[in-house]
């Protein structure tokens, strides 16, 4: 069975400060996606990633996938109060585990003004 | 180009009774994936479609089953409803190529009394 495992759970933050969110795998994914989530919606995809070693870079938000496709890695610059959301990362294993997305636990950010 | 949709947006049911839940993917994407979110276990995936078929299934019981139809649109159905199948049931649409990204939907939030 894989996991992803999400870190931190929780992040409360103030208004112009910088932040990292990880997702760790002993598994290997064929690729990673980060999504956003607001209360009672769906989640919303910000990126996939799909090479080792990949840089994404989307405005204040620079996804990293590891080399070895076994973590990922979301970081903030100067997160702003509309920021605030549950964070997602979810791998696909790729093969034959067809539409099959494994979710990390959530982490759920707040930015005070 | 229209999202996914999902349909209807909340279901008030009661234990016993059971529920179809309908999806209509992106136009052009012929993979349904379909998942449940609860706050103790996050998003779970429950089964994906592709051409009508069942290609790969989660760790649910048989109570929770799916169709998809020529039209690639999809149906969840659960029958004999306990209280703990109350959640926010999604479905993601995915067009395969070039990577599986999936698109989710907003959302089925069902509550079962």
């Known amino acids: 069975t894989q996991l992803l495992e999400q870190s931190p759970q929780f992040l409360s933050i103030q208004e112009g400060e910088n932040l990292t969110v990880y997702c760790n795998s002993s598994?290997?994914?064929?690729?990673l996606q980060w999504y956003r989530q607001e209360p009672g919606e769906g989640p919303v995809l910000l990126v996939t990633?799909?090479?080792?070693?990949e840089v994404k870079k989307l405005k204040r938000l620079t996804f990293q996938f590891g080399d070895a496709r076994k973590d990922s890695s979301l970081h903030i610059t100067a997160a702003q109060p509309g920021d605030t959301g549950l964070y997602l990362c979810a791998g696909d294993a790729g093969g034959t585990s067809y539409g099959k997305l494994t979710f990390g636990q959530g982490t759920i950010l707040t930015v005070h003004p | 180009k229209a999202g996914v949709t999902q349909t209807p947006r909340y279901l008030i049911k009661t234990r016993g009774q059971q529920v179809t839940l309908s999806c209509s993917p992106i136009?052009?994407?012929?993979?349904v994936s379909w998942y449940q979110q609860t706050p103790g276990q996050g998003l779970q995936f429950l089964f994906e479609y592709f051409s009508e078929t069942q290609r790969n299934k989660g760790n649910f019981p048989g109570r929770f089953s799916g169709r998809q139809f020529s039209n690639s649109r999809s149906e969840m159905n659960v029958s004999t409803l306990e209280l703990g199948d109350s959640a926010l049931y999604l479905c993601a649409s995915s067009h395969l190529q070039p990577t599986d990204t999936q698109y989710f939907g907003p959302g089925t939030r069902l509550t079962v009394l």
């Open positions: 598994s290997v994914f064929s690729s």
């Open positions: 136009s052009g994407h012929r993979s």
């Open positions: 990633v799909v090479t080792g070693g």
